[in-house]
């Protein structure tokens, strides 16, 4: 075995090592860099192992690179996005649209559930908050569906997983980070946007269905609720009423995208202020409130950059110990043929989900993987959703599924851990046969980028 080869499976085993100590992942990304530069260095000048390594090709390196970080017109819509996200929940739209929703749909066996899956839908069209979405649909959804006596796994599972189509469905701030990545003009955040838009809401189209069908076989799961009133003209005008509002902000940021009037970075600023708007015309935008979304903006921000941080210094390091160089020659030495590779790829991603976060996973392995992709001549758009539905599954796959402490946290006392796993199995399924469904028809992906350039 080649000693680059050697080095980089060491390097990985580091990390992961450092990763179960409990520090916060951007200082074990950074300090895993700073030992492999030690080790390197020693290598090179010590004992003269022919790695192409020195300091000021890898560490030295960094500045330059974070200084390319913040200097991102590209990620200057991660902060704007994330604001709106945090305001939009603020302004009380989902409130609005689960009241009124629930008499449109309730008399339907499962309509709680599909209620929570459009509202979901259209938040995720709004934010690309997980956290957000998780705890508002659950606060909201659960008291309601358990109190009508519906399964609690199938209750918390709908929430919990649908609070995690906003990772996917545009605007996401994961989109926006991969484009970062990716730094290729046939990817860049307009492209993944269209690109995400179809699948997303073949996902949503999925998760209404299970909502629909699972209740037809198994009754019990979604008893009719007593109460609910026959839908007439009244119910209708609630439900558009309610439902204007997000359009209009879906529209005003999605739709200056999509036409080319804005760029990603423009409509986030968009969204911003439209979620500003929304929240005055609730009279729910007062001082405190602005001051806490700030607050919060912050904080998620500086988490994501210190994480870049660290996954930069983690990268360049790993390119100078030769790490692109033996994982693209693994990667193209698989017996599997070009779509063999592909899959190869979206099952380490799966399986990586179920340990890290999808910002170390998209800020170390899609960088190194795309590459090799782009070489065997597959669209970049069409892989980096599939890469982007991959990783949908992490929020939901423990021990490190994120959604499950989020849903767990405003779940009432009667609903288990066990409940929250057995009521997310479904969904992770389902998020795996969407991912075959694309992987297979690629069009659903690539159609709409390039009916826009075309």
């Known amino acids: 075995m080649a000693l680059e080869t050697l080095f980089v499976i060491g390097m990985f085993l580091t990390f992961g090592a450092l990763l179960l100590t409990g520090y916060p992942v951007a200082w074990v990304l950074g300090g895993t860099a700073v030992i492999w530069t030690v080790i390197g260095v020693v290598a090179v000048n010590d004992f003269g192992a022919s790695l192409w390594f020195d300091y000021p090709s890898?560490?030295?390196?960094?500045?330059?690179?974070?200084?390319?970080?913040?200097?991102?017109?590209?990620?200057?819509?991660?902060?704007?996005?994330?604001?709106?996200?945090?305001?939009?929940?603020?302004?009380?739209v989902a409130e609005r649209l689960m009241k009124s929703m629930v008499k449109l749909f309730g008399a339907v066996r499962g309509g709680y559930a599909v209620t929570v899956i459009i509202i979901g839908v259209l938040l995720a069209a709004t934010t690309g908050i997980i956290g957000a979405s998780v705890v508002l649909l659950g606060m909201l959804s659960l008291p309601v569906m358990l109190e009508s006596n519906y399964d609690k796994g199938f209750a918390v599972g709908?929430?919990?997983?649908?609070?995690?189509?906003?990772?996917?469905?545009?605007?996401?701030?994961?989109?926006?980070?991969?484009?970062?990545?990716?730094?290729?003009?046939?990817a860049s955040v307009g492209d993944l946007f269209m690109g995400a838009f179809f699948p997303g809401l073949l996902l949503g189209a999925m998760y209404v269905a299970y909502a629909i069908i699972r209740p037809l076989l198994q009754p019990q799961?979604?008893?009719?609720?007593?109460?609910?009133?026959?839908v007439g003209p009244a119910v209708a005008w609630e439900v558009f009423k309610a439902v204007i509002p997000t359009a209009a902000l879906i529209l005003g940021v999605l739709g200056s995208i999509f036409a080319g009037v804005a760029t990603p970075t423009e409509a986030s600023g968009v969204g911003a202020l439209g979620a500003m708007v929304l929240a005055a015309m609730s009279r729910r935008l007062t001082l405190s409130v602005l001051r806490a979304s700030l607050h919060q903006t912050t904080r998620t921000s500086a988490f994501i950059f210190a994480i870049f941080v660290g996954a930069t210094a983690f990268s360049v390091v790993l390119r100078g110990l030769g790490g692109d160089t033996?994982?693209?020659?693994?990667?193209?030495?698989?017996?599997?043929?070009?779509?063999?590779?592909?899959?190869?790829?979206?099952?380490?991603?799966?399986?990586?989900?179920?340990?890290?976060?999808?910002?170390?996973?998209?800020?170390?392995?899609?960088?190194?993987?795309?590459?090799?992709?782009?070489?065997?001549?597959?669209?970049?758009?069409?892989?980096?959703?599939?890469?982007?539905m991959c990783l949908q599954t992490s929020f939901l796959t423990p021990p490190v599924g994120f959604a499950l402490f989020y849903i767990k946290g405003v779940a009432p006392p009667e609903i288990k851990v066990t409940d929250i796993y057995r009521g997310v199995v479904p969904f992770i399924i389902i998020q795996l046969v969407a991912l075959a469904i694309v992987f297979l028809v690629p069009g659903i992906a690539t159609w709409l980028p390039g009916v826009a350039y075309n």
Do not use: H
């Open 158 to 186: 709908t929430a919990c997983a649908t609070g995690t189509l906003g990772i996917l469905i545009p605007p996401s701030i994961m989109l926006v980070l991969m484009a970062d990545r990716l730094a290729v003009p046939e």
């Open 326 to 388: 033996v994982i693209e020659n693994a990667l193209l030495g698989l017996p599997f043929g070009p779509y063999g590779v592909v899959l190869t790829i979206l099952l380490a991603v799966f399986v990586l989900g179920f340990f890290l976060d999808w910002v170390e996973i998209t800020l170390i392995i899609l960088p190194l993987v795309a590459p090799v992709v782009a070489q065997l001549g597959f669209d970049l758009v069409w892989f980096t959703i599939l890469f982007a």
């Open 221 to 230: 799961v979604a008893p009719v609720p007593e109460g609910i009133g026959k």
């Open 58 to 92: 890898s560490m030295g390196l960094v500045p330059e690179r974070i200084w390319g970080i913040v200097n991102s017109e590209t990620l200057v819509a991660l902060p704007m996005f994330i604001f709106m996200g945090i305001m939009l929940d603020q302004s009380g």
